[in-house]
Nanobody
Framework: QVQLVESGGGLVQAGGSLRLSCVAS????????MGWYRQAPGKQRDLVAS???????NYADSVKGRFTISRDNAKNTVYLQMSSLKPEDTGVYYC??????????WGQGTQVTVSS
């Protein structure tokens, strides 16, 4: 079965940085497109970044230039480096494999809180 374990969240001041990690198992990771999603309080879960199996990346406009998604196929891990954080980046962050552009599974998520 698919298991996704996100970590690295926390409380940070505006302008700070965090690095999120997601370890995946039960999937053919090296051939999977992976995405990071954010769910702000009271809002839907939105895709913020994705990376294909060959390393092509895509970002939501709200995070371009501040977030960087990367992957380590040897460790079955996808990362999200977040810099210049803003209060509106607050939310629970989830990773998921993408199939035809849609998420297929969820982990427990990791909370990111950015204080102003």
């Amino acid at each position: 079965q698919v298991q996704l374990v996100e970590s690295g969240g926390g409380l940070v001041q505006a302008g700070g940085s965090l690095r999120l990690s997601c370890v995946a198992s039960g999937i053919n990771f090296r051939f999977s497109t992976m995405g990071w999603y954010r769910q702000a309080p009271g809002k839907q879960r939105d895709l913020v970044a994705s990376i294909t199996n060959i390393g092509t990346t895509n970002y939501a406009d709200s995070v371009k230039g501040r977030f960087t998604i990367s992957r380590d196929n040897a460790k079955n891990t996808v990362y999200l480096q977040m810099s210049s954080l803003k209060p509106e980046d607050t939310g629970v962050y989830y990773c998921s494999p993408l199939r035809l552009g849609l998420p297929t599974d969820w982990g427990q998520g990791t909370q990111v809180t950015v204080s102003s």
